[in-house]
């Protein structure tokens, strides 16, 4: 029996990205970002909140359509997500309260299994992204530890109530 080799995936080369912190991927559209335990405790750490206080301060769940739901932030009234302010008193663009301790979802951007399923796909975001497609080039294997991250990692979720 023949084997088929396995076809490179088009970041085979790698890709380039450099977030150039215009927001625009955590604010004014309707998204999700789910966390896992992880990034729960890492948010609880980060607001000095418990595992409850935080889900309910800043969190909802999503129903996944298999009987279950899965935990995501929430989003602010214009779309933007909870986390994301201008500068206090400035009225300037501001960022994200909680940078440091963000969920993967938002540290492994643009490296997401939806986006690298095709080059078709990654070209849509390069139209929409300004940093895609420009700056530090991140190697195949490197792409492959954002993407196994993802996996390892999965989202909270709980049955249907």
């Known amino acids: 029996?023949?084997?088929t080799p396995e076809r490179e995936p088009f970041y085979?080369?790698?890709?380039?990205?450099?977030?150039?912190?215009?927001?625009?991927c955590c604010r004014h559209e309707s998204g999700y970002v789910f966390l896992s335990k992880k990034d729960a405790s890492l948010l609880g750490t980060a607001l000095?909140?418990?595992y409850g206080e935080l889900t309910q301060a800043y969190c909802r769940w999503i129903p996944s359509g298999n009987g279950e739901s899965q935990?995501?932030?929430k989003e602010k009234p214009n779309n933007d997500c909870i986390f994301w302010?201008?500068?206090?008193?400035?009225?300037?663009?501001g960022?994200?309260?909680?940078?440091?301790?963000?969920?993967?979802?938002?540290?492994?951007?643009?490296f997401w299994p939806s986006v690298l399923s095709s080059k078709r796909k990654w070209e849509e975001l390069a139209k929409e992204c300004p940093g895609t497609g420009s700056g530090t080039?991140?190697?195949?294997?490197?792409?492959?530890?954002?993407?196994?991250?993802?996996?390892?990692?999965?989202i909270i979720s709980k049955g249907a109530s």
């Open 1 to 3: 029996m023949l084997e």
């Open 85 to 93: 302010q201008l500068e206090p008193d400035s009225g300037q663009e």
């Open 48 to 50: 000095n909140m418990g």
């Open 137 to 154: 080039l991140y190697s195949q294997d490197l792409i492959k530890k954002w993407l196994a991250m993802m996996q390892n990692e999965p």
């Open 95 to 110: 960022g994200c309260l909680v940078y440091e301790a963000r969920p993967l979802q938002c540290r492994a951007f643009p």
């Open 12 to 24: 085979s080369q790698g890709l380039r990205f450099s977030c150039i912190r215009c927001s625009d």
């Open 71 to 73: 935990l995501s932030l």
